[in-house]
T-cell receptor
């Protein structure tokens, strides 16, 4: 079956612009996670969704970052007023239930110029 | 908070050599432990896991044992192949509710023929 998909695969944006990153989890997976992979910080957790609610947003680095999930499926991560330090690969993962194996998407590489 | 420390890379080995990548963790409670692998140009994949003390996870010739007394989860393989060249990440699942993954910095392995 289809795995986790993310779009776009690459995004180049100018500093100060807003960007939206999309994640399509595996069908039926109730838990969804966003992570960020950068050279300096490694792999960091951003936010966790159970269904459409986000009980753990502790990894969002600033209020410029927000995310939503609709229909218990697709999730969008939005970064407002992008900064150069936002450049990273943003990874989405889903799991059938919280605590089950997380399946990762291929990531979106964001470059802020 | 919870953290994972894994040996710095890069690691370069000849084919058929023995591999050890050290991983230690700090956590409250009893987390599950994981090794993820990222092959060149591909997404993160779960390699193996262990959910409780003294469990041994194994897959594709790789093994790791959950050692509570030394808070370690070292990855080993008896005879590496060129196709094992990848970045390996040790991780634990946070027990605080979301079971988000906390990753080590990653170890890049290159296996030469």
């Amino acid at each position: 079956g289809a795995g986790v998909s993310q779009s776009p695969s690459n995004k180049v944006t100018e500093k100060g612009k807003d960007v939206e990153l999309r994640c399509d989890p595996i069908s039926g997976h109730t838990a969804l996670y966003w992570y960020r992979q950068s050279l300096g910080q490694g792999l960091e957790f951003l936010i966790y969704f159970q269904g459409n609610s986000a009980p753990d947003k502790s990894g969002l680095p600033s209020d410029r970052f927000s995310a939503e999930r609709t229909g218990g499926s697709v999730s969008t991560l939005t970064i407002q007023r992008t900064q150069q330090e936002d450049s990273a690969v943003y990874l989405c993962a889903s799991s059938l239930l919280r605590g089950h194996e997380q399946y990762f998407g291929p990531g979106t590489r964001l470059t802020v110029t | 908070g919870d953290s994972v420390t894994q040996m710095e890379g890069p690691v370069t080995l000849s084919e058929e050599a023995f591999l050890t990548i050290n991983c230690t963790y700090t956590a409250t409670g009893y987390p599950s432990l994981f090794w993820y692998v990222q092959y060149p140009g591909e997404g993160l994949q779960l390699l193996l896991k262990a959910t409780k003390a003294d469990d041994k996870g194994s897959n594709k010739g790789f093994e790791a044992t959950y050692r509570k007394e030394t808070t370690s989860f070292h990855l080993e393989k008896g005879s590496v192949q060129v196709s094992d060249s990848a970045v390996y990440f040790c991780a634990l699942s946070d027990q605080g509710g979301s079971e988000k993954l906390v990753f080590g910095k990653g170890t890049k392995l290159t296996v030469n023929p």
